[in-house]
Each structure stands twice: as C-alpha cells, then as structure tokens.
C-alpha cells in the first residue's frame, strides 16, 4: 500500500486510546463527546465510540485552548465558527483581549485581598480567642470591620 492510500484510511480509536494519545483523561474524552465537542461514529457492532485523526487533532486543540483560558461555551462557537468555513481568528483576539482586562481587575482584586488578609492576621496577633455569645459569631471577623 502507498503511503498516500494509508493516509486516506480513517484509523479509529477507542476513547482509552484517543485520551492517551492526547494526554488526557478517558472522563475528558467522555464529557467533551457528552457536550458535542467531539462528535465519534458509534460501532454498530458493539456500540463503542470510535474516534480518528480528526477527532485528536480536535481534541489537542481544545487542549490548547483551554490552556489559554477559553471556556469551553467559547471553544465551542470557534469551533462552529471555523466548522461553516469561517475564519475564528477575529473571535478569538477579541475574547483573549477581553479575558487580559477581566483578569487585571481580577488580580487587582486579589492583591487587595491579600492585603487586607495580612492586616487582619497582624491586627488578629495582638487579640485574644473569645467564645461566641448571643451578639458575637468570630469577634476576630467582626473586629476586622471596625479597621
């Protein structure tokens, strides 16, 4: 057989064999086929899911873009998006440029966060542990609102 006639035969794998050459999980493989990112011939025989080379390379694919931070809602209109032939990639720099401002507030979120934990820790060093009454859950938390 020729090399150009074997890359023409769909090879099929089984989820197991799929999620190893991926480098993830059979349950991945599983709930990404449950949401329709990955869309398998089911065997008629036996009823397996049989996935090709299409399907790894989608399924890398969807790796990769959750390793970017897409959601999979949004990895899921790309890939509708580049399915009707059009090109994703206006959508996709629009979501990664919304997602870095999202997460800039975010982090500055959490700096203050952690500011305000540290002060708590250092205020709560110098007051003693007091058991609950009737107006009081944690006089620690409820100290903090007095800063």
């Not at 999979?72 to 399915?83: K, Q, Y």
Request: net charge positive; proline share 3%.
């Amino acid at each position: 057989m020729s090399q150009q006639n074997q890359e023409t035969i769909p090879i099929n794998y089984k989820v197991k064999q799929l999620a190893d050459m991926a480098g993830v999980s059979s349950d991945v493989v599983r709930y990404y086929t449950r949401i329709s990112l990955l869309e398998p011939k089911q065997e008629k025989l036996n009823g397996y899911k049989l996935y090709n080379t299409h399907d790894l390379h989608r399924l890398r694919f969807i790796r990769c873009a959750k390793n970017l931070g897409y959601s999979l809602s949004e990895i899921a209109e790309i890939l509708i998006h580049s399915s009707s032939g059009k090109s994703p990639c206006l959508m996709v720099r629009d979501i990664v440029e919304k997602r870095i401002v999202e997460n800039r507030k975010k982090l500055q979120e959490l700096e203050q966060l952690q500011d305000r934990m540290e002060e708590a820790v250092k205020k709560w060093s110098d007051l003693p542990d007091k058991l609950p009454n009737g107006n009081s859950v944690c006089h620690l938390i409820e100290s903090f609102g007095e800063l």
